[in-house]
């Protein structure tokens, strides 16, 4: 069974431009989860879809946002880019939320590098 | 709210030595708790978890971790380390809701030496 995917595997944009990246989620998840790892910052929350509708958003500005596509598939748009923005972005499905208990797994991530 | 820290960014052990991975967390309601394991330029590969069943709990390559509620903790424990065992680990928690965003702490890199 094909685990989470998501690309591209490296981005690389200049600051104030705009960024799209892509997920995949397990077949039959239903739920994604977006988070940041910046260096120094550790692995923070960024925003949660289910149903194809947003559900929470981390501690995040506006222009981190997304949508979650009828196949479940999801896209993360960071949008007036900065040199902070520049991390790994790891993105995660589960079973939805008609499940009691819901294990994340984790894609391989996107390196998002800001310039 | 729920918060984890982690004890150590960085803990070096020999070949063959026990490793142990300090983990405390912060929480209001029963935790559900997890160990995840990141290898360079790879994305997370959950070692273990914790959901208030035994508190001993087995994961893969040989880890294991036990939730000990009076001391707060979840250390992650390998009875003898291997080469390939160096990484970055990550303890979590959450409250195992759907939805739940994993609290992450700051990760512990281990390195192992032969």
């Known amino acids: 069974e094909a685990g989470v995917t998501q690309s591209p595997t490296h981005l690389i944009k200049t600051r104030g431009q705009q960024a799209t990246l892509r997920c995949s989620p397990i077949?039959?998840?239903?739920?994604v989860y977006w988070y940041q790892q910046a260096l120094g910052l550790g692995l923070q929350f960024l925003l949660w879809?289910?149903?194809?509708?947003?559900?929470n958003r981390g501690n995040f500005p506006p222009r981190f946002s997304g949508r979650q596509f009828p196949n479940y598939s999801s896209e993360l748009n960071v949008n007036a880019l900065e040199l902070e923005d520049s991390a790994l972005y790891l993105c995660?499905?589960?079973?939805?939320?008609?499940?009691?208990?819901?294990?994340?797994?984790f894609g391989p991530g996107t390196r998002l590098t800001v310039l | 709210a729920q918060s984890v820290t982690q004890l150590g960014s960085h803990v070096s052990v020999s070949e063959g030595a026990l490793v142990l991975l300090r983990c405390n967390y912060s929480?209001?309601?029963?935790?559900?708790l997890f160990w995840y394991v990141q290898y360079p330029n790879q994305g997370l590969q959950l070692l273990l978890k914790?959901?208030?069943?035994?508190?001993l709990v087995k994961g893969i390559n040989g880890f294991e971790a036990e939730f000990k509620k009076s001391e707060t903790s979840f250390h992650l424990t390998k009875p003898s380390a291997h080469m390939s065992d160096a990484a970055e680990y990550f303890c979590a928690v959450n409250l195992g809701q759907a939805g739940t965003a994993l609290i992450f702490g700051k990760g512990t890199t281990l390195s192992v030496s032969s």
């Open positions: 995660a499905s589960s079973l939805g939320t008609t499940f009691s208990y819901n294990e994340q797994f």
């Open positions: 879809y289910d149903e194809g509708e947003e559900r």
């Open positions: 929480s209001s309601v029963p935790p559900y």
């Open positions: 077949s039959g998840h239903t739920s």
């Open positions: 914790y959901t208030s069943a035994a508190t």
